[in-house]
Nanobody
């Protein structure tokens, strides 16, 4: 059984920063592609950033490029999303996803079979 758990969400003011963390068990973490996705009320879930098992392959969505950074610590089995210059439009539930394949392949919802329950990020103006 694969368990994915996010943490680190919360309220933050416009322009502020927040770091999300994600752990995944039940799979080989370093051999698994990981991703961050988000879903705002009334909208579809969308990709934020994805990373290969080694950490060398990265993708950031255009809407967050330059403000968010995905990274991973394979020694600790933790995935991170460092978010800076947050905007009210970043308000959403943020989900961590995993796939037991080293390359990040496609940074798309349908590509990832394992998901966490999500953590709420609320950016106030």
């Amino acid at each position: 059984q694969v368990d994915v758990v996010e943490s680190g969400g919360g309220p933050v003011q416009t322009g502020g920063s927040l770091r999300l963390s994600c752990t995944a068990s039940g799979l080989s973490f370093e051999d698994s592609a990981m991703g961050w996705f988000r879903q705002a009320p009334g909208k579809e879930r969308e990709a934020v950033a994805c990373i290969s098992g080694s950490g060398l392959g990265l993708y950031h969505a255009p809407s967050v490029k330059g403000r968010f950074a995905i990274s991973r610590d394979n020694a600790k089995n933790i995935l991170y999303l460092q978010m800076s210059s947050l905007e009210p439009e970043d308000t959403a539930i943020y989900y961590c996803a995993a796939r037991s394949e080293a390359g990040y392949g496609r940074c798309e919802v349908a590509w990832y079979p394992f998901w966490g329950q999500g953590t709420q990020v609320t950016v106030s103006s």
